[in-house]
């Protein structure tokens, strides 16, 4: 988790705060059923009430986290939206919701059994058919479980600013979701593994996890009209210790490293345009040379 503010001319105009509390923007890292530590970190925030939420930015479990926030904050609980949420995951399979299928391991056999040639060669088997073949019927629980924990109608309402990521397939970019577009299809989407579940398809583009490309998107939380402060919170993590060595351990730490790549690209991009913008070199709101 950490917390940066970007550098504007003048402070934003966020219109009325609740006296006492700090505006801040979210920005929520997806990670699967890691979302579930994420919601342990916001659960906390508003246990201690001193912040007031204007705008939210997510993709994956992140965007579920925000969508249930959102939804909750418009009822006056946020933290109880938050606990449904993950009550009706764990109520439908709970990490296999994500396609996590780390949760059958201990009932599989033991380390000398599976380092053996015929077991990996039936998950590289597995592993070779697409979503389209082992699941035909597209069933995908994580659709009733949004249905069951969000209120739609308040996200779409709320004058909290939200924003979902989703990788648009066909034109490999980012396509970033508002809160008035915001339905269980959008979460979906900005949640589909595509060796897990099948593309989503909205307004006839199929779409893949936004984490592919943005993880979580921060500039749209750059605006004039969102607070300076952007507290973020990640799931994956960045360093290692220990050069990871069995097939498992190394597809873990892969993914870890692609699904951080964006997010450090983006935070590089936006401490360079700092540093420009304090030299002078960028003309921002006509106070530049």
């Not at 659960?43 to 007031?52: A, V």
């Not at 699941?135 to 969000?150: D, S």
């Not at 593309?199 to 943005?214: F, H, K, N, R, S």
Request: aromatic share 6%; hydrophobic share 45%.
């Amino acid at each position: 988790m950490a917390i940066f503010r970007r550098k504007t001319p003048q402070p934003a105009d966020t219109g009325a705060q609740p006296p006492g509390k700090r505006p801040i923007c979210l920005a929520l890292q997806g990670g699967g059923a890691h979302g579930a530590f994420q919601w342990g970190v916001l659960d906390r925030l508003l246990e201690d009430d001193r912040l007031d939420v204007r705008a939210i930015s997510g993709v994956s479990a992140g965007a579920m986290n925000a969508a249930a926030l959102v939804s909750g904050l418009a009822a006056g609980d946020g933290r109880a939206a938050l606990d449904k949420l993950w009550r009706e995951v764990n109520q439908s399979g709970g990490r296999n919701v994500f396609g996590d299928s780390a949760i059958w391991n201990a009932a599989q056999p033991p380390d000398w059994m599976k380092d053996n040639p015929f077991w990996r060669a039936g998950e590289t088997l597995a592993l070779s058919m697409s979503p389209y073949e082992f699941n035909p019927l597209n069933h995908n629980p994580l659709k009733r479980v949004l249905k069951a924990a969000v209120d739609f109608g308040a996200v779409q309402a709320s004058d909290i600013k939200l924003f979902v990521a989703a990788t648009a397939v066909r034109q490999a970019r980012a396509r970033i979701f508002t809160a008035s577009e915001i339905n269980a299809d959008v979460l979906m989407a900005s949640a589909c593994l595509p060796h897990l579940f099948q593309a989503v398809e909205i307004e006839g583009e199929p779409y893949w996890d936004g984490g592919y490309l943005t993880n979580p998107p921060l500039w749209p939380l750059t605006g004039e009209d969102t607070p300076d402060d952007v507290l973020l919170i990640t799931l994956n993590p960045m360093a290692r210790e220990e050069t990871p060595r069995s097939a498992a351990d190394i597809m873990d730490r892969l993914n870890e490293i692609v699904f951080n790549a964006p997010l450090v690209a983006e935070l590089r991009a936006i401490a360079i345009a700092g540093e420009m913008i304090g030299q002078g070199q960028i003309d921002v709101g006509g106070q530049g040379p």
